[in-house]
């Protein structure tokens, strides 16, 4: 069994006496690009989600409803149809995609007896 003795250990002059750490191109690439790119994508999410349009009103005040009728969807009716009767001077096109919003209808299906809501203006 080998004994160790503290005075055949390397001093520290011979560990300083290696050239100090060098950075390679791709190593500086790495330590400062990967920061700044993380964050840039930070940023850039922020600044999108503080900028999004998701806002309705500032206030109650600014809010306005849909002044809307409930109907009966009668057999042979259709949207189209329905929508040309409740507004003939608007684009039929517009009142059907109303009418879909204001009933969260899927594909603009009615069934006949279906009561829904339509725009009244």
Known sequence: MQ???WEDRPSGKA???QPP????????????????????VVL???AGFLNS??????SVSELSLTPTVSVTVQPG????????????????????????QLNNLDG???MPGQQIFVPSK
């Open 3 to 5: 004994v160790f003795n």
């Open 15 to 17: 560990r300083s006496a």
């Open 21 to 40: 750490l060098r950075l390679t191109r791709r190593g500086r690439i790495v330590l400062v690009g990967l920061p700044l790119i993380l964050l840039s």
């Open 44 to 46: 850039i999410s922020l």
């Open 53 to 58: 349009p998701a806002k309705a009103a500032d």
């Open 77 to 100: 009716e259709s949207l189209w149809g329905i929508a040309g009767t409740v507004a003939p001077e608007r684009d039929p096109r517009d009142v059907v995609a109303d009418i879909v």
């Open 108 to 110: 603009g299906k009615v």
